[in-house]
C-alpha cells in the first residue's frame, strides 16, 4: 500500500481526492481525503463529524487502523481512483496522436522516460547505499 501512496502523491492527474470507507465491522463511516495543495495531504474523519484530523501519507495507515477503518477497502477505492486516472491518461495519449501525430508523441514519452532515468541515476549516485538517503526515487 506504501508505493500506491507514494504512486498517489507522485503521479496523481487530480489534485484532490475524497473517499468514503467503511469501518470493519460496518458500523462506521470514515472519510478520508488527499489534496496535493494542502501542506498536510492526508486527513480523515468519521462520517458527519465537525473537524478533521490531518496526517502525513507515513502515519495514515496506522491511524485508520486504530479507528477500525476497513484498510482492504480503502486500498481498493485508491487503486480504482488511480485506475481512473491511467484510462483518461491513455485517452489523452491516442487523441494527442491522433492531433500531433504518433511520431511527436512517441519522441516525446521517450524523451521524457530518458529523462526519468537519468534524474533516477543521479539519485542513485548521491545516495550511497551505506549512509542515509537524502533524495528518494519515487517511481521504480
Not at 503521479?11 to 489534496?35: C, L, N, V
Amino acid at each position: 500500500m506504501d508505493k500506491i501512496l507514494d504512486f498517489l502523491d507522485f503521479s496523481s492527474i487530480d489534485p484532490q481526492m475524497y473517499w468514503r470507507i467503511a469501518s470493519r465491522d460496518g458500523q462506521k463511516t470514515f472519510e478520508i481525503s488527499w489534496r496535493r495543495d494542502a501542506s498536510v495531504h492526508w486527513r480523515y474523519r468519521e462520517f458527519g463529524a465537525l473537524f478533521w484530523t490531518l496526517t502525513t501519507k507515513e502515519l495514515l495507515l496506522d491511524a485508520l487502523r486504530e479507528e477500525g477503518a476497513d484498510l482492504q477497502l480503502f486500498e481498493q477505492a485508491v487503486k480504482s481512483s488511480l485506475l481512473h486516472q491511467v484510462c483518461f491518461a491513455d485517452r489523452i495519449v491516442k487523441d494527442s496522436q491522433q492531433l500531433l501525430g504518433t511520431e511527436h508523441i512517441d519522441a516525446g514519452i521517450k524523451d521524457h522516460e530518458e529523462f526519468l532515468k537519468n534524474i533516477g541515476l543521479l539519485v542513485n549516485r548521491l545516495n550511497p547505499k551505506e549512509t542515509s538517503p537524502r533524495l528518494r526515487l519515487l517511481k521504480d
